[in-house]
C-alpha cells in the first residue's frame, strides 16, 4: 500500500488538504488524516509536502507508433517512449495512426498499446487512419470495436484537409452510426476521431452529420479545432450546441504566429463565453508530426509533437488566471468522459490509483500509475526506463 500524507487534493476539483491510500490499483480512503499505523499491512509513506495532487493526466491523442513521413521516408517520427509519456505525468494513452496508414499498421498499433501497459500506464486505441477506408483487424470496424478490447472507436480521420482521401459525407456517416452502435453494443465510447485540417469546409462534413441524425454529435471527436481563427469560431459554435472540441497543445512558433489558437487560450475562451467547460479537451498530438506545408503542398520542415506540452498548456492556461481545478479539467475528467474510461480522470474512492504529485512550477515531480510509483521527486523509479 501507499499513503500519500499532506496533499492539497484536486479530484479535479479542488478538495483540499487530505491523505490518500492506495492498495493495488485502486484508491482506497481519502481522509483528512489517516494514520499508518493504523493500517494492517506495511505501507510506502510519499510526503506531498501540501503541493497539488491531481489526478493522473489522460493523453487522448497520440501516436505511439510514431507518424510523419510527410516530407519522405527520412521525416518519420519515432514511437513513444514511456519515460515521455512519464515525465509528463501522463498515465493514460490513447493511440491512433495518422497519414500513414500503410506503413504504419492496426496491428503495430495496438502491439503498442499492450507494450504501455506492461510498462506501466494504460493504455487503448483508435481503429483507422487518416484514410476511407481503412484495414480493421476483423474485417469490419464494429467487431473491432466490440471484440478487440483495446479498441474504443476509429480515427484519426482526416477531413477539409489536403492529406485526407476526401470521404463523403455518407461514408462519415456510416463509420459514426457503427461505431456508436458497437459502442452502445460493448459498453465503450465508440468515439470517432476526426483530424481537421486547413481547407474551408471545416466542421462543415460534421455537422451535416449531425443535421441528419443530433444524436450523432457526441459520437464525434472533432482534433486540432484551434488550427486557425475561422475554424476555431466554428468549433466554439460546435461547443455551445453540445459537441466537444479537442484543441492539440504540441505546436510550434510559427504556427501560432499565423494564427493557430493555443489550447490554453482556447480554454479561457471557453470560460469568458460560459461555455460549458466538460466540452473542451486538450491532446498533445505527442510523436505527431508537426509539418509545415508550402502554397504548393509541399513539405518544407517538420517538428514532433510531445507529451511535454501538456504540461505547458497546463502552465500557461493557469499563468493567465485560470484556477488549476478548470485548467485540469481538458487532460483528467473531461476525456475520462468523453472516451467512457472508468475509474480515471478523478481521484476518488474506488477510482484508479492514476495521480500526480505537481511541483510550485506545476510541473510533474512524482507519478503514480495503476498504484505504482514510476517517477519520484523527477527522477524515473528503478527499472522503468530498463523495462522500455
Given at each position: 500500500?501507499?499513503?500519500?500524507?499532506?496533499?492539497d487534493?484536486?479530484?479535479?476539483?479542488?478538495?483540499?488538504?487530505?491523505?490518500?491510500?492506495?492498495?493495488?490499483?485502486?484508491?482506497?480512503?481519502?481522509?483528512?488524516?489517516?494514520?499508518?499505523?493504523?493500517?494492517?499491512?506495511?505501507?510506502?509513506?510519499?510526503?506531498?509536502?501540501?503541493?497539488p495532487?491531481?489526478?493522473?493526466?489522460?493523453?487522448?491523442?497520440?501516436?505511439?507508433?510514431?507518424?510523419?513521413?510527410?516530407?519522405?521516408?527520412?521525416?518519420?517520427?519515432?514511437?513513444?517512449?514511456?519515460?515521455?509519456?512519464?515525465?509528463?505525468?501522463?498515465?493514460?494513452?490513447?493511440?491512433?495512426?495518422?497519414?500513414?496508414?500503410?506503413?504504419?499498421?492496426?496491428?503495430?498499433?495496438?502491439?503498442?498499446?499492450y507494450?504501455?501497459?506492461?510498462?506501466?500506464?494504460?493504455?487503448?486505441?483508435?481503429?483507422g487512419?487518416?484514410h476511407?477506408?481503412?484495414?480493421?483487424l476483423?474485417?469490419?470496424?464494429m467487431?473491432?470495436?466490440m471484440?478487440?478490447?483495446?479498441?474504443?472507436?476509429?480515427g484519426?480521420?482526416?477531413v477539409?484537409?489536403?492529406?485526407?482521401?476526401?470521404?463523403?459525407?455518407?461514408?462519415?456517416?456510416?463509420?459514426?452510426?457503427d461505431?456508436?452502435?458497437?459502442?452502445?453494443?460493448?459498453?465503450?465510447?465508440?468515439?470517432v476521431n476526426?483530424?481537421?485540417?486547413?481547407?474551408?469546409?471545416?466542421?462543415?462534413?460534421l455537422?451535416?452529420?449531425?443535421?441528419?441524425?443530433?444524436?450523432?454529435?457526441?459520437t464525434?471527436?472533432?482534433?486540432?479545432?484551434?488550427?486557425?481563427?475561422?475554424?476555431?469560431?466554428?468549433?466554439?459554435?460546435?461547443?455551445?450546441?453540445?459537441?466537444?472540441?479537442?484543441?492539440?497543445?504540441?505546436?510550434?512558433?510559427?504556427?501560432?504566429?499565423?494564427?493557430?489558437i493555443?489550447?490554453?487560450?482556447?480554454?479561457k475562451?471557453?470560460?469568458?463565453?460560459?461555455?460549458?467547460l466538460?466540452?473542451?479537451?486538450?491532446?498533445?498530438?505527442?510523436?505527431?508530426s508537426?509539418?509545415?506545408f508550402?502554397?504548393?503542398?509541399?513539405?518544407?520542415?517538420i517538428?514532433?509533437?510531445?507529451c511535454?506540452?501538456?504540461?505547458?498548456?497546463?502552465?500557461?492556461?493557469?499563468?493567465?488566471?485560470?484556477?488549476?481545478e478548470?485548467?485540469?479539467?481538458?487532460?483528467?475528467?473531461?476525456?475520462?468522459?468523453v472516451?467512457?474510461?472508468?475509474?480515471?480522470?478523478?481521484?476518488?474512492?474506488?477510482?484508479?490509483a492514476d495521480l500526480?504529485?505537481?511541483?510550485?512550477?506545476?510541473r510533474?515531480?512524482?507519478?503514480?500509475?495503476?498504484?505504482?510509483v514510476?517517477?519520484?521527486e523527477?527522477m524515473?523509479?528503478?527499472?522503468?526506463?530498463?523495462?522500455?
Open positions: 500500500m501507499i499513503l500519500i500524507k499532506h496533499a487534493l484536486y479530484q479535479p476539483r479542488h478538495h483540499g488538504m487530505s491523505d490518500i491510500l492506495i492498495g493495488g490499483n485502486a484508491i482506497l480512503s481519502i481522509a483528512a488524516h489517516i494514520e499508518a499505523s493504523s493500517l494492517p499491512d506495511p505501507v510506502e509513506i510519499i510526503d506531498a509536502q501540501r503541493r495532487v491531481v489526478p493522473g493526466f489522460i493523453d487522448n491523442h497520440v501516436h505511439i507508433t510514431g507518424g510523419g513521413g510527410e516530407g519522405g521516408f527520412q521525416t518519420r517520427t519515432p514511437e513513444l517512449a514511456i519515460e515521455d509519456a512519464i515525465t509528463a505525468g501522463v498515465t493514460t494513452v490513447i493511440g491512433v495512426l495518422g497519414t500513414d496508414g500503410v506503413a504504419r499498421s492496426l496491428e503495430t498499433l495496438l502491439a503498442k498499446v507494450a504501455i501497459r506492461a510498462q506501466g500506464l494504460s493504455a487503448w486505441c483508435y481503429a487512419s487518416y476511407v477506408p481503412f484495414r480493421t476483423t474485417g469490419s470496424l467487431q473491432d470495436i471484440l478487440v478490447e483495446p479498441i474504443l472507436g476509429a484519426e480521420i482526416a477539409s484537409d489536403h492529406r485526407s482521401s476526401r470521404p463523403s459525407v455518407e461514408e462519415l456517416a456510416r463509420i459514426v452510426a461505431a456508436r452502435v458497437a459502442g452502445l453494443l460493448s459498453g465503450k465510447a465508440g468515439v476526426m483530424h481537421l485540417g486547413d481547407e474551408p469546409a471545416g466542421l462543415e462534413p455537422r451535416k452529420i449531425v443535421a441528419a441524425q443530433p444524436i450523432l454529435a457526441r464525434m471527436l472533432p482534433t486540432h479545432c484551434g488550427r486557425n481563427e475561422r475554424l476555431f469560431q466554428e468549433a466554439l459554435e460546435w461547443a455551445k450546441e453540445g459537441g466537444v472540441a479537442d484543441f492539440t497543445t504540441s505546436s510550434v512558433p510559427s504556427f501560432v504566429a499565423g494564427g493557430e493555443t489550447a490554453a487560450a482556447a480554454l475562451t471557453f470560460r469568458d463565453l460560459q461555455i460549458p466538460e466540452r473542451i479537451t486538450w491532446s498533445s498530438d505527442g510523436q505527431g508537426l509539418p509545415l508550402n502554397e504548393e503542398g509541399v513539405c518544407t520542415g517538428g514532433i509533437g510531445t511535454r506540452s501538456l504540461v505547458v498548456a497546463l502552465q500557461e492556461a493557469c499563468g493567465t488566471g485560470i484556477p488549476l478548470d485548467a485540469l479539467l481538458p487532460i483528467t475528467a473531461n476525456p475520462a468522459s472516451l467512457r474510461l472508468q475509474g480515471k480522470g478523478q481521484i476518488a474512492h474506488g477510482a484508479d500526480v504529485i505537481l511541483d510550485e512550477d506545476l510533474p515531480a512524482t507519478v503514480v500509475a495503476r498504484g505504482r514510476l517517477l519520484q523527477h524515473l523509479v528503478h527499472g522503468v526506463s530498463a523495462s522500455i
